[in-house]
Every structure is written in C-alpha cells, then in structure tokens.
C-alpha cells in the first residue's frame, strides 16, 4: 500500500487554493517567498501513570503576518480510516507571538476532512505553537488502514507526521526551509530514534519546494528498545539501508535479519533499474500491531505492519517489501481536486504489484518457478476477486469498507501493464515495453514536471504508436471490463497464457465481520457454513484476507467463540461455481503436453 503523498499533496493543494484564495481577500500581503518551520520532537516518557509515552511537538514559524481569522495550521481528521489528532478539549495546541498567547479557533471543515485552526488577532512575530500528540488506542476491532497513527510500541512511539504535526495550507511548490530535531531531555537515557528524514538530531530538509509533503510522509520512531539492523556501529555513516524493529524480535514469526538482508540487496538493484542516483538511505520500520500484515510506503522508506501470532511465510513478506521498495520510484500523481484516488492508484498499486514479480525475478532473487508461481497467485486473485467489475471510481469509494475491493486496483494494474508491455513489445518489434513511459514519467516527476493521468497516456500513445489505442486500454482498465491476456503475452519469458476457470473468493459471511469482530450474515450453504460458523460468534483471531485471497490454495483459519467456549475452524473461502481465469504456463510445458 502506498500511503498517498500525492494525495495529501493534492488535498493541501486543492484546500489551501480555496482557502488561500479567500485568506486573501482578507490579508494582504501574501506570504514571503520562503518561510522557515522548525519542529522539534520531545518524546515524553513520563508523562502520565496511565501512558507510557506521548510526543510533545512544537512548531516556530518565522514571521506569518496574519490577520485576523486566518488559517495558521491545518491536519485533516482522518486519513483513510485512520483518525488524526485533535488538539482539542483537555489537550488544546497553544500559540505565542510576540505579543504574547496568541488564542486559536478551531474550524472545521467536514467537506474538505480538515480541521483548521484560525487566529484570534493579527499575529506579531514568530507563532510557536505547541501540542502533545497521543498514542492511538487500539484493540482488537480497530480496522486496517493507513499506516500513519501514532503508535505506543514496546514503551516507544511510532507514527507518522501526516497524523499529528499540523502544517500551514499552502500553494503549491511553496518553499519552505524545514528543520526537524529531537528533544530528548524527557527520554531515557537509552532511548534510540530515527526517522524517514534520517538519523541525526537534526535534519533539515534539502528539498524546499516539497518540504512539506517530505514532512508529511515521514515516519518517525523513538523508544528504549528501538534497534537497528545492521547495527549502527557497523554502518557509522549510517549507509543506503536500515531496518528499525522495537524490542526483541525474538518471538517474531519470520527471520529480520534475513528480511533486511534481502530487501538491501534488492533495493540497491532497484536504485540502478530506476537510474535514481539518489544516495539517501532507504529505511524500514516495522510496527507489530493485533491484526493484519501489510505495508505502507513512505518518503525514502516504509512501514510493514504484522502481527507476531499469525504465521506469514518468508515469501510473503519478501513480496510485500519488494512491492514498498518500488513505491519508491515509479508515481502518477492524482489530477487536481481528485482526492479518492481514483484516477492513480491503479497505477501506482499496479506498477509495485507488476514489478514486486518482474523485478527480483530480473535480478536473479527469485527463480523461473517461483516468479511463474507467484504470477498466478496474482493472476488468480484478479479473476476471483468478487468485485472484478466494479469500475475504479467504485472501488475508490469502497475501498476501506470492502477489503476485496481494496484489493482490486493492485491486480486490475498489474493486467493492465502485463497488456501493455505486449502491445508495446509488438508494435516495436520487441525493443520497447513499459519500461520506457514508466522512466519517463518519472524522469517528469524527479524535473517537478506533471506526471499525472494524461501525461501517461500520451507517453503510452508514443511508444504503442497510436494514442487512441492508448485511451482505450486505459478506458477498458478503468470501468472495470473483462481484463483478457492474448496468450502471447509474456512469450519473451518463454511463456504462455492460458485460459482457465477457478472459484472465487467467497468467506462466507459480511466482510465487516472482520472489523466487528462478530459473524454476521452467513451465507447459508457456503463452505464457511459448512465448517459450523454461525451468526453471533466472536472472531478471536482469523488470517488476513488477503492472504487467503492472494494464494487460492490456502483455507481460512479462524479461532472463534460461541458462548464462551473457543474453537478452530479452517475451511476454503472459495465459491463452488468457478469463473473464468487466466494463467501462465511454462510454453515449453505446453508444447509437450498438447504434442
Ligand atoms: C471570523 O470568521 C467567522 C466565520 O468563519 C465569522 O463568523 C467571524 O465574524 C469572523 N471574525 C472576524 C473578526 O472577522
Ligand atoms: C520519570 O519520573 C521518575 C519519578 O518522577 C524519575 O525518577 C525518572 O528519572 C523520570 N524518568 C525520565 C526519563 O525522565
Ligand atoms: C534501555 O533501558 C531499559 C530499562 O531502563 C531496557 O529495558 C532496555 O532494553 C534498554 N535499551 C537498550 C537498547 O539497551
Ligand atoms: C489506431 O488504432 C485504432 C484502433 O485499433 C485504429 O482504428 C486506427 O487506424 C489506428 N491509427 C493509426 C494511426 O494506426
Ligand atoms: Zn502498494
């Protein structure tokens, strides 16, 4: 999953238009070219009995000559599903300027999901505002979302600065000399920190014109027990890579050290693939949480999610990096006002998901087997996904309610490009694929040109030859049509593509159970029936459903509860009537079986 910088850019964006256009009439003059924001950090880990860490922050804007009324900071109130801070009742943000307090009203606009917070008078001076952000409280019925809340782990925090550290509304490109430190006087003497930004005390961030969105799309991470792999004392310049685990790993259910290992390797390959000459370091944070497994990408680093008592196997979570790794690089930014996501996250989900197979398959990390295998689990859990015809504008508006539509985007893209890359190598005679507009729009974006939609389908329509051809593959991909692969699709692999029916996937029951943690609506004689669930019983614990949907050969296990008595259950979430498929076969294979 890719936490949407782009999208809180655009959101920012498309607010702070409004809202500045109107901020305008009323203040004059405008904002000095460059502003400086300094933040500073003060984990506190004595704050109350009850918890064992919250985050001071502070802000020193320099002089922002506001008048009266006008917007200082803005956060929305949620991002996804994922509640932001408040800063309001018992636990308010608090300004100076000059002139003393400076009094904030809150305003809050529901329609635009952001909570602002205006002066009570013209401001005098530098405004420092100060708040405590706190850790989310989680139980077992918070849902999967963004990754970006504040997180009490191992007596540590973990979050990420969307969530918690309000910004001003600004226009786009509007520079800013940003500077984040870390205040460690409340710490313990032990406590370990780092962020997306780096690991110093102090970090300023290099890019200006994107200061915001970086601040916006870090994470950050201190505590006791946060360690990280390799070791600084064997990386003293703190070099390309580090992944930060909190406390012992040693009850984990894979191997960290191995995970680092490969996702280092793969990384440093990936870098050259995408001719990035960047040399800032690559990080990985990982957050145990009561359910789920998956991940989020960041600026330069990313966030996997797991839960230490369901068992993944390596290969899941070496997918899973390989797939954040590459958010990394290849991006489509959203159209102006778009915020759901509609118009990008089939690419920027379907481009991680086709190269998280292609690419440690190029570089020698998977073999010929294992990529195949993997391609048809992908394959597979397109063509039985249940909300295979929804259209993307759909899915964007489901896709926190509905796991499977969630879900959907990644394989719709990964058979978009698959498509792609045939035409492309055809009309070329086998010199261009994808490849080729996928650099380029990121060679647009790293020269801060537009890289959304329509740029992609104009560079696509140059490199097929023909932009109606162009318009309609993406036409096709977006309302959520019939996805076929002509079987000559990856034939430079030595493989072919064949027709097939399967069963899709079924649980059996609401999927909002899964967030309720009480079955509702069983569907009478589904195999979840079957195995004995029944409306009313509590979900203990359960794979995730991703899981079960990705790997068509894997049953549902769930731990349930009827009338205080636990029990397991472990059935094929799959439907009895299969629809039709497609998957890859070794062409070779073929050729024997029909001779
Ligand atoms: C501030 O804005 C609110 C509405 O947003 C308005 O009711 C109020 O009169 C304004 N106050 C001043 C001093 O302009
Ligand atoms: C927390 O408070 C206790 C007692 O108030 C004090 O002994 C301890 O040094 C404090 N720890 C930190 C990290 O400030
Ligand atoms: C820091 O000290 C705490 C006890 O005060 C201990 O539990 C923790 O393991 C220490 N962390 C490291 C990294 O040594
Ligand atoms: C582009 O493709 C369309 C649809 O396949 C076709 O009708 C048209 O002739 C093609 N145009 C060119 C310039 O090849
Ligand atoms: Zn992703």
């Known amino acids: 999953m890719l936490l949407k910088a782009s999208l809180l850019l655009v959101i920012s964006q498309a607010v702070s238009d409004s809202v500045q256009a109107g901020v305008r009439r009323l203040q004059q003059p405008l904002m000095p070219a460059l502003s400086s924001i300094e933040v500073t950090l003060t984990p506190d880990f004595n ?26 900071v803005e956060l929305p109130f949620a991002i996804g599903n994922v509640p932001c801070q408040t800063y309001d009742g018992t636990n308010p943000m608090f300004a100076v300027d000059d002139d003393g307090i400076l009094d904030l009203t809150i305003a809050d606009d529901r329609q635009h999901n952001l909570r602002r917070w205006l002066t009570s008078r013209p401001t005098v001076g530098a405004v420092r ?45 509007h520079s800013y000399e940003i500077t984040v430190c870390w205040d460690l006087s409340k710490s313990p003497a032990n406590a370990s920190y780092a962020s997306s930004l780096g690991e110093d005390l102090c970090t300023e961030i290099a890019d200006r014109s994107q200061a915001i969105q970086a601040l916006q799309s870090s994470i950050f991470a201190v505590g006791p027990t946060l360690h990280r792999y390799p070791p600084s004392s064997q990386s003293p310049e703190k070099s390309q890579f580090g992944l930060f685990y909190f406390g012992t790993t040693a009850d984990d259910p894979f191997d960290v050290i191995k995970l680092a290992d490969y996702i280092q390797a793969l990384f440093i390959n990936m870098c050259g693939f995408f001719h990035d000459s960047d040399t800032r370091p690559y990080r990985v944070f990982l957050r145990p949480s009561l359910r789920g497994f998956g991940g989020q990408g960041f600026l330069n680093s990313f966030m996997l999610e797991y839960f230490p008592n369901v068992e993944v196997e390596q290969w899941e979570l070496e997918w899973l990096l390989a797939h954040e790794a590459t958010h990394n690089w290849p991006l489509m930014d959203s159209n102006p006002g778009q915020v759901t996501g509609a118009d990008n996250t089939w690419y920027n989900e379907g481009i991680a998901t086709y190269y998280q197979l292609f690419l440690p398959y190029r570089f020698g990390k998977t073999t010929k087997v294992e990529f195949v295998k993997q391609l048809n689990m992908n394959l597979q859990a397109y063509f039985t996904n249940p909300t295979i015809i929804m259209s993307n504008e759909e899915v964007a508006e489901q896709t926190w309610q509905k796991s499977a539509a969630q879900r959907l985007p990644y394989h719709r893209g990964l058979l978009y490009f698959l ?44 490199a ?77 614990q359960t794979k995730s459903i991703w899981q079960v949907a990705d790997d068509i050969s894997r049953n549902m296990r769930m731990r349930l509860m009827r009338d205080g008595v636990a029990y397991d259950v472990s059935y094929w979430p799959r439907s009895r009537e299969k629809v039709p498929s497609v998957q890859v076969v070794d062409a070779g294979l073929v050729d024997n079986h029909i001779s």
């Open 47 to 72: 704050a109350t009995a009850s918890l064992p860490a919250v985050l001071d922050i502070s802000l020193s804007f320099s002089p922002p000559d506001l008048p009266v009324n006008a917007s200082l």
């Open 129 to 173: 505002l100060s708040m405590i952000a706190v850790p989310r409280k989680i139980d077992i019925t918070t849902p999967i979302g963004p990754r970006i809340d504040l997180r009490e782990i191992d007596g540590g925090l973990l979050g990420s600065a969307s969530s918690m550290v309000p910004l001003p509304a600004t226009p786009p490109h």
């Open 419 to 462: 498509h792609l890359e045939d035409l492309m190598r055809q009309s070329s005679g086998g010199k261009l694929g994808i490849r080729s507009p996928v650099q380029q729009l990121l060679e647009r974006k790293r020269k801060e040109e537009a890289f959304d939609l329509s740029c992609w389908i104009s560079l696509v329509g140059t």
């Open 464 to 540: 097929i030859g023909n932009i109606t051809v162009a318009k309609e593959q993406y036409r096709d991909m977006a309302a959520g049509g019939f996805l076929n692969l002509p079987s000559s699709t990856l034939s430079h692999f030595d493989l072919r593509v064949v027709a097939t029916a399967q069963e899709r996937l079924e649980l059996g029951f609401d999927t909002a159970s899964l967030n309720s943690r009480v079955i509702s609506g069983i569907v009478l004689g589904s195999r979840a029936d079957e195995a004995g669930i029944k409306d009313g019983d509590a979900i203990v």
